[in-house]
């Protein structure tokens, strides 16, 4: 067992709403759109929980992914991968979340796709959000990341300042390819 806090208050056992309720957004590796819906009827489900005028959400959302603007009619589900985790993460971002969890976001991207994610994931950390991130691209991930853990067989093997762990030799040659 174990427990989970968030801004000082234990959140272990909560049922999902109420955690979205509290600002943690969540965007899973796989399965991550709703295909059959447009992108931004995507976005509007990403927006359940707010009330009144979206216009500046819609807005900034759009403004982190410009070209999902020109596809805001398109079906999700015939979006390229990279467009499609655009998507969910902009989903997530309707919330204006103060936690963002993101489950390799990266995973089977072509380079430029990841590289995209990356620039967005720091704009969006860069502007408060604090982002919990799982990614199987380490160096890419930790050259930006405030606080990094290397797990390996699932415990947690180093830890340290993202910086750090990249000038560390051993976590360098086990883990970031030398």
């Given at each position: 067992?174990?427990?989970?806090v968030?801004?000082g208050e234990?959140?272990?056992g ?8 509290r ?6 590796q796989v399965?991550n759109?709703?295909r059959e819906m447009t ?8 927006a359940f929980?707010r009330r ?6 819609y807005d900034?959302?759009y ?6 603007r ?6 999700a589900?015939d979006?390229s991968?990279?467009?499609?985790q655009?998507v ?9 979340p103060?936690?963002l ?5 990266t995973?089977?991207?072509?380079p430029?796709?990841m590289?995209q994610?990356?620039q967005?994931t720091?704009d969006v950390?860069?502007a408060?959000?604090?982002?919990l991130?799982?990614?199987q691209?380490?160096k890419?991930a ?16 180093h830890?340290?300042?993202?910086q750090a ?14």
């Amino acid at each position: 067992g174990g427990r989970i806090v968030f801004d000082g208050e234990d959140i272990t056992g909560w049922a999902p709403d109420r955690i979205v309720q509290r600002g943690i957004c969540y965007v899973p590796q796989v399965d991550n759109v709703f295909r059959e819906m447009t992108v931004h009827e995507n976005f509007e489900m990403g927006a359940f929980l707010r009330r009144g005028d979206l216009s500046a959400a819609y807005d900034r959302v759009y403004g982190l992914f410009p070209d999902l603007r020109a596809k805001r009619k398109n079906l999700a589900g015939d979006l390229s991968g990279g467009q499609r985790q655009m998507v969910a993460m902009g989903r997530a971002l309707m919330l204006d979340p103060k936690l963002l969890l993101l489950d390799e976001p990266t995973a089977g991207l072509s380079p430029k796709y990841m590289e995209q994610i990356f620039q967005i994931t720091r704009d969006v950390r860069d502007a408060g959000v604090s982002i919990l991130l799982v990614e199987q691209h380490a160096k890419q991930a930790l050259a930006f990341c405030d606080r990094g853990y290397v797990l390996a067989t699932g415990a947690n093997r180093h830890e340290g300042s993202g910086q750090a762990l990249l000038a560390d030799r051993e976590v360098a040659e086990m883990f970031l390819g030398g």
